[in-house]
């Protein structure tokens, strides 16, 4: 038995808090919605682990909402959103464009669904199939992905999606910096340049690292 079978889930307790309420403004009973949703169905449904439910907005929530200031203006798609991260906490914040959720299987499409519509998130379209795949049906200017691959085969796979003069904006963690390196060739084959931020959102909670990558 592992750990996360023995610890009983518990409530983040950054969940209310004044400042999340604060990061978020008028868009935090969106994204709020969307927390409980998984909070309380995460787990069953596969999509988040045990542990992860104790610390919902400092690992998952707060890190996908870092992205936010560097995806400047235009269309944009997630690609692997899974739970939704970061693409439905992305929306939930930005309600005045649409974004395009990418994922592949079946039971996180119907688990992405069902929060745009219980949430109140109606600004999502949620597009199935690997990103390499719906490149006739989805042109973005900004695509997002976290946790689906490394960055030179996130390069091979979503430009294709982007727009001309499109941008990819990625969380990544302590191997932004390697993953760059081993992708060199790709980038300058398909003429990106790439910067590292290091990305804050709340007074207490760890920076995360954002990658973006601009095509010239
Ligand atoms: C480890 S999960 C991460 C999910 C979410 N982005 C997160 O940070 O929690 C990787 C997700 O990428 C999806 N995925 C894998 N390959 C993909 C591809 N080629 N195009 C789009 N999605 C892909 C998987 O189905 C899965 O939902």
């Known amino acids: 038995m592992t ?7 518990q409530i983040d307790p950054l969940s209310g808090s004044a400042a999340v309420r604060e ?4 868009t935090y009973p969106r ?10 169905e995460g787990v069953e449904r596969g999509l988040i682990g045990p542990r992860e439910v104790g610390r919902l907005w400092e690992r998952h929530i707060l890190n996908s909402a870092a992205l936010a200031p560097y995806l400047g203006d235009g269309r944009v798609a997630d690609v692997g959103s899974g739970a939704g991260l970061p693409g439905m906490v992305l929306a939930a ?16 499409i119907q688990w992405l669904f069902e929060v745009a519509e219980r949430c109140g998130i109606d600004n999502v379209l949620v597009v199935r199939g690997r990103a390499e795949e ?4 989805v042109e973005a200017d900004i695509v ?6 490394a960055i030179d085969k996130l390069v091979k796979w979503c430009s294709p999606l982007l727009s001309p ?5 990625l969380l990544k963690g302590r191997s932004a910096a390697d993953e760059l390196d ?5 980038l300058r084959k398909q003429r990106f340049t790439g910067e590292i931020h290091t990305a804050g959102t709340i007074a207490g909670v760890d920076a995360t690292t954002v990658v973006v990558l601009t095509r010239s």
């Open 23 to 26: 990061y978020f403004g008028d």
């Open 93 to 108: 914040m930005d309600p005045s464009r649409d974004y395009v959720l990418i994922e592949p299987m079946e039971r996180r």
């Open 182 to 186: 081993r992708a060199k060739y790709t």
């Open 144 to 149: 997002t992905a976290r946790a689906v691959a």
């Open 165 to 169: 003069h499109g941008r990819l904006v």
């Open 31 to 40: 994204v709020l919605a969307f927390a409980d949703m998984l909070a309380a």
């Open 134 to 137: 719906v490149t006739e049906s």
């Open 3 to 9: 750990d996360d079978v023995l610890e009983p889930p």
